[in-house]
Structures are given as structure tokens and as C-alpha cells.
């Protein structure tokens, strides 16, 4: 069974750099597509980006100025760096993984960030 | 970008009702769309991939429909384990959800 784990700080200053990893296990991250979603406290679920075919991006345009997704195939681990965040950037961050033509199957459990002085 | 566009945002039934959510596509998806669930404090749990297609282990109460831009996630029988957010997905491309609609027991 694949299971996801997201983990990074749960506080980020204003206009700093927001950082998760993704940690995977039961499955490569070699293949299929493996992305970052969020949702705001009482809001709805915004795609943030996600990475496939051994480093290949595709981030949503809204944040593409300020995003990178990169992988660690070693450690089985991809990740998100979200630069210059703001207040707005508070959000349970998810990682999942897509397969192909098949959605969203698999979820980690979401980590709170807030961003907050 | 492609936009989704749910309704209704918010929808009240009685158990035993039929219940149908609407997701729009601003272009041509074909039928990459996803249906998702999700329950407070919990991540989505994927219900409906390809439009039309169950995933593993999901009520047979649970159904979708449609291809293109016009898509439905029906339950035929509302139980009230079913209260919950329902999002659609597309994945044509960059990927978009829909803005939600939540499902409450009368």
C-alpha cells in the first residue's frame, strides 16, 4: 500500500521560503505524477504543482513565479519550495500521487502551514 | 487554464435521496475527470477517475456521468455516512478542482 508523509515547518515568517518534503513509500517515484495540493483553513483544494518522468514540472500559473518542485529519487522524497510567501499562503499542504488517467489515489495526511510573524 | 465550475456549492437531502452535484469545464476535458470526497480534517479520498469509472472499494451507490465539459457525480441512495465536501478534479494538462460542494443530512 502506498503511503505518503508530508513533513517540514509548520511556521514560516512573512516573505521567506515555505519547504516540504514528501516522503513515499510502497512505490517509485520514478514513475507516475507526484504533486503538491493545498487547501486554506475553510476554503477549497488549489493545485500547486506536481512532478513526473523523472523531474518534469508542471506548476499552476497563479504560483509558478514563486514555486519549485524537485525529487530525491534516492530517498524516494520530492518536495516544495514556495518562495516570498504571505498570509494568504496558510494552508494544509498535500502531497499525492496520480496515476496515470487514474486521479489522485493516494494522499499523505496534510501538514498545517502558517505563516505568521 | 481550464476552469471548473460546481454547483451547487451547498445541497441538503434526506437520507435515502438521489443527489446529483454538476461539474463544468471551461474547454474540452474528454474525460479527465475526477470526483473526490472529502470529510472534516481529512484528506480527499478519490470516489470516480476517467469520468465513469468506480475506484476500488467505493460504494456502487456512488456514480458518474458525462464527457467534454458537462460532468455529474450522482449517489443514488444519500447514507449519512455520505456528508461530506465533493470536489471535481480535471487532469487534462495542469490540473484544476472545482470549487466544492458540500453535501448536508437533512
Known amino acids: 500500500q502506498v503511503q505518503l508523509q508530508e513533513s517540514g515547518p509548520g511556521l514560516v515568517k512573512p516573505s521567506e521560503t515555505l519547504s516540504l518534503t514528501c516522503t513515499v513509500s510502497?512505490?517509485?517515484?520514478?514513475?507516475?505524477?507526484w504533486g503538491w495540493i493545498r487547501q486554506p483553513p475553510g476554503r477549497g483544494l488549489e493545485w500547486i504543482g506536481h512532478?513526473?518522468?523523472?523531474?518534469?514540472?508542471k506548476y499552476n500559473p497563479s504560483l509558478k513565479s514563486r514555486v519549485t518542485i524537485s525529487e530525491d529519487t534516492s530517498k524516494n522524497q520530492f518536495s516544495l519550495k514556495l518562495t516570498s510567501v504571505t498570509a494568504a499562503d496558510t494552508a494544509v499542504y498535500y502531497c499525492a500521487r496520480h496515476s496515470y488517467g487514474i486521479g489522485l489515489g493516494s494522499w499523505g495526511q496534510g501538514t498545517l502551514v502558517t505563516v505568521s510573524s | 487554464d481550464i476552469q471548473m465550475t460546481q454547483s451547487p456549492s451547498t445541497l441538503s437531502a434526506s437520507v435515502g435521496d438521489r443527489v446529483t452535484i454538476t461539474c463544468r469545464a471551461s474547454q474540452s476535458i474528454d474525460s479527465w475527470l475526477a470526483w473526490y470526497q472529502q470529510k472534516p480534517g481529512k484528506a480527499p479520498k478519490l470516489l470516480i477517475y476517467k469520468a465513469s469509472s468506480l475506484q476500488s472499494g467505493v460504494p456502487s451507490r456512488f456514480s458518474g456521468s458525462g464527457s467534454g465539459t458537462e460532468f455529474t457525480l450522482t449517489i443514488s441512495s444519500l447514507q449519512p455516512d455520505d456528508l461530506a465536501t465533493y470536489y471535481c478534479?480535471?487532469?487534462?494538462?495542469?490540473?484544476?478542482f472545482g470549487q466544492g460542494s458540500k453535501v448536508e443530512i437533512k
Open positions: 478534479q480535471q487532469y487534462s494538462g495542469h490540473w484544476t
Open positions: 512532478i513526473y518522468n523523472s523531474g518534469s514540472t
Open positions: 510502497g512505490a517509485s517515484i520514478s514513475s507516475d505524477y
